[in-house]
């Protein structure tokens, strides 16, 4: 018998107030139900985009079998609407800048003992910008194995392949909020909070 959990239903898409600096933990699920990856962040503020969380530097970032310490600072934004969460981030080594996850029902929920959790299911896609290859459409191979495999319903890969093309242009032109002096505004922010 499976023991899989599902990514959790019904969830805020708008959270409940939230403090500055408060933990909020990115959790993703695939599809079928299984855990995906988990990335802690805390809590920086919204703006018209979305809710901003930074990541710091040498955070653990797990799924199952896998896992690392974050490289470098970075910026999670989950949008207000629409079907992705971006990773931005804060180091020009670092060869990715922009990692955008198509993702399905997003959802935000207060944890029992503090801080909050926002869940999304992970559908493959990625939009990326990267210094070495420029702006790309990645992992088109797997959301056709996996839509497949796990029954994607039509409506959604239509939405998905849509938000896709539609983040490929916004990211191409460096339009806000990927434009790298954007993101400079709340990586200062990020500065300012307690530590602990």
């Known amino acids: 018998m499976s023991s899989v959990q599902a990514c959790p239903q019904g969830l805020l898409r708008t959270p409940k107030v939230i403090a500055t600096g408060e933990l909020v933990v990115a959790r993703a699920w695939k599809f079928d139900g299984t855990p995906h990856w988990v990335v802690p962040g805390f809590y920086l503020g919204q703006d018209e985009y979305g809710h901003w969380l930074h990541q710091p530097k040498g955070s653990l970032v797990a799924r199952p079998g896998v896992a690392h310490l974050a490289q470098s600072d970075a910026l999670c934004l989950i ?10 981030y804060a180091q020009p080594t670092e060869d990715f800048d922009v990692y955008i996850d198509l993702s399905h029902q997003i ?3 207060a944890m029992k003992s503090g801080g909050w959790e926002v869940n999304s299911i992970d559908l493959d ?3 990326i910008r990267s210094r070495s290859r420029g702006t790309f459409l990645d992992d088109e191979d797997e959301f056709e194995e ?9 409506q959604l890969k239509t939405e998905m392949s849509g938000a896709a093309r539609e983040l490929l242009d916004l ?3 460096d339009a806000s909020p990927f434009d790298r002096s954007y993101r400079n505004q709340w ?3 990020a500065g300012d909070l307690p530590t602990t």
């Open 107 to 109: 959802g935000w929920q």
């Open 79 to 88: 949008p207000h609407e629409g079907p992705w969460i971006a990773t931005l």
């Open 146 to 154: 996996h839509s497949v495999a796990m029954g994607y319903p039509e």
């Open 187 to 189: 990586l200062a922010k």
């Open 125 to 127: 896609l990625d939009v």
């Open 171 to 173: 990211v191409a032109t």
